[in-house]
């Protein structure tokens, strides 16, 4: 049997490197940025998802079905390339915005369309009674939702994250097209100059590895600290609290 | 009281409501004193439970007026044209307007306590010590003392209403509604509700209790409101009601509900 052809020292050599531990680090920062800014737009187009007003529904509607109906890929070139030409009196588009910058926008925009669904289905299994109990209590549509109403839909909505989370962590390796060195572009620069191109991947896909399984694991801590957990002694504790004093 | 409205506490003046073609509520006009209680009674599909959730607005009423301290519920009066109120100003009215559910509608990832402080912080704006001490008095009050830490899922359903109406009063209201609230129970946890509702009534809070419990209504009502069809059919003291209703069919009504 012929032996492969790899460089497995090689591999070991630049494992850890600092250009690779530079491009981890890149992945790592436009993968929690653009999730945690996902899940904000997420959260907000699902409360106008759920809204009583048209106009707010409808807005929510048009968001999902362009950012969820286009590719992620051209969205990136889109913003990066596409935008500051039909438009190039925006300033920000105008050299001010970085790659890395335009990469996190990107990804979260389009997360964001995801997180929207994921969130109004949390909201939507919700007893409607419990809406019904807080209003008759005197509260507010965005009191009782920030309340009652999104500590309980949490349970519905950690798990379909933390998929999108390990999802995002790969798909960040699309803003290599608008050349932000993340772990992706650093390993195919190197593997173009040095042609080693399966070392160079598996250094690359290693990382990928080791970064979704990081992610995993904090997936099955969150779900059985606030998602799985039923409500019970001790339950209290652990939800998060939205504004609480406590 | 700022202003010590003269008149009843609450007035229905001709309430329609209907659900697409289905009119649920055709005309309803009734009042309740500072101090009343009154128990609708009416088989099911009658309309007591809408009639119920319009007092506070979960409803629109389609035509006709609620007024609560003299002044509409859910709507302003814009030169004799309703318009819906803003919602904070609705919910300042529900504020004072305490509700029980037949399905309790414990909040289930608070404690009792904290189901029953979390009005009282976030709507009235009370610290959370006044709360707790507030919220724990009531408790004690419904007899649920030992269980301030026990979520929902850890008490009997004839528990659960009694937080629940625990709940309803940490916000100091008014006007208590109890939408069949012993419905949902077990037969030998009815009584503990029922003691704490008479408990209420003997205190002197003005409660409406739309209820299938023909004791407490004989009891602890000073009127009966029997409905049917959308429209009250007959309103009399529990006495002359269960001894000589003087419609026909409450007539039935009774008959059906007195010998199962």
């Not at chain 1, 960040?172 to 195919?188: M, N, Y």
Request: proline share 5%; aromatic share 10%; net charge positive.
């Amino acid at each position: 049997m012929p032996a492969l052809a790899v460089d497995w020292t090689y591999i070991a050599q630049n494992f850890f490197s600092e250009i690779v531990l530079r491009g981890v680090w890149m992945t790592l920062q436009l993968s929690v940025i653009g999730m945690a800014l996902g899940i904000l737009l997420g959260t907000l187009f699902a409360l106008a998802r759920v809204s009583r007003q048209p106009v707010l529904r409808g807005a929510s509607l048009g968001y999902i079905w362009f950012f969820r109906g286009t590719p992620l890929l051209v969205q990136i070139v889109f913003w990066y390339f596409a935008l500051p030409q039909a438009w190039p009196s925006w300033a920000p588009w105008n050299g001010q915005l970085s790659p890395f910058q335009t990469g996190i926008l990107a990804l979260a925009i389009n997360e964001g369309a995801y997180m929207t669904e994921i969130v109004r289905a949390g909201i939507q299994s919700v007893d409607p009674g419990q809406m019904e109990a807080a209003r008759a209590l005197g509260m507010t549509h965005r009191l009782a939702m920030r309340r009652i109403i999104l500590p309980q839909a949490l349970r519905v909505i950690i798990p379909p994250t933390g998929n999108e989370f390990i999802a995002m962590l790969k798909n960040s390796s699309l803003v290599s097209l608008i050349s932000v060195r993340e772990l992706f572009l650093v390993a195919k620069l190197q593997y173009s100059s040095t042609l080693l191109y399966f070392e160079w991947l598996i250094i690359a896909s290693g990382w990928y590895l080791i970064l979704t399984t990081i992610g995993s694991v904090f997936q099955f801590w969150l779900e059985h600290r606030y998602g799985a957990a039923s409500f019970g002694p001790g339950a209290g504790r652990r939800w998060l609290s939205f504004g609480a004093k406590e | 009281m700022t202003d010590p409205a003269p008149g009843p506490l609450l007035q229905l003046e001709d309430v329609h409501k209907r659900f697409g073609r289905t009119e649920v509520l055709r005309g309803i006009t009734m009042s309740v004193a500072e101090g009343e209680v009154v128990a609708i009674l009416g088989p099911s599909g009658s309309g007591k439970s809408t009639l119920l959730r319009c007092i506070n607005h979960l409803e629109r009423v389609d035509s006709g007026r609620v007024l609560f301290e003299g002044r509409l519920v859910g709507y302003r009066d814009k030169g004799g044209r309703l318009v819906e109120a803003p919602e904070a100003e609705i919910a300042r009215v529900r504020a004072r307007i305490g509700m029980v559910f037949q399905r309790f509608n414990l909040f289930p990832h608070l404690t009792a306590l904290g189901n029953v402080m979390e009005a009282p912080v976030h709507v009235l704006g009370l610290s959370r010590d006044e709360a707790r001490q507030r919220a724990a008095a009531v408790l004690e009050r419904v007899g649920l003392g030992s269980k301030l830490d026990a979520y929902p899922a850890q008490l009997s359903g004839g528990q659960q209403q009694r937080v629940a109406i625990a709940r309803a009063l940490a916000m100091q209201p008014r006007l208590m509604l109890f939408d069949e609230a012993t419905s949902a129970l077990d037969p030998e946890l009815v009584g503990e509700v029922l003691a704490v509702m008479r408990d209420l009534a003997a205190a002197g809070m003005t409660m409406i209790a739309v209820t299938h419990e023909m004791g407490f209504a004989a009891e602890a009502a000073r009127r009966i409101i029997f409905m049917d069809e959308g429209v009250i059919q007959e309103e009399a003291p529990p006495a002359q009601f269960f001894s000589a209703p003087a419609t026909e069919r409450a007539r039935q009504f009774l008959r059906r509900v007195s010998r199962p």
